[in-house]
């Protein structure tokens, strides 16, 4: 069992003092949110292609690392960090080869089925007025979705317009970083 695997591992790392080199704060070094996408292969590659380091940056996930909604929980986060942690700039990084490129939900439905959500259970969500196919829909394009993240900050009511946000693409295997749009002002 993985958890109990961790545990044992836990009590060795803090019976040894191993946590001494991470003590920071909870407020950002470099004033800096990023949201990106819970790919395995970006859990140590992106903070090391970018040179993070414990402390230095707010850090959401999801899949994808993309905003879905104004209200939803990745902008709620984004606006805590900006308005109580102290960020002072976004960076929203998506990368190539995502599992969100093109998912298909009616295969995400069938993947349901298979591990015994009912047709009901389905229904009730469609019932709450979720239409479910759209919310677990992915993206054509990772520049097409950091871009349409981007805009959402951007033009959010309650995202101050002097914060720069910024879009990219992390390559999965590489780490190279491209600009898919600059948030500074000229
Ligand atoms: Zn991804």
Redesign the pocket.
Known sequence: MYLDTILDYNQQFVGSNQHEPYKTSKLPNHKCVVLT???TR?VELLPAAMNIKNGDVKMIKN???MITSPYGSGVRSLLIAIHVLQAEEVLII??K?????QLDPSFVMKQMKAKGITEEEIQSVTDDGIDVEEWLAGFETVEEAVTNSVDILRTHPLFPTAIPVHGLVIH?ESGELSIVTRGYRQ
Do not use: E, S, V
């Not at 080869?97 to 490129?101: I, L, S």
């Open positions: 996408c819970m790919d970006l899949a994808g690392g998506g990368h080869d995502c599992g969100m490129q999965p």
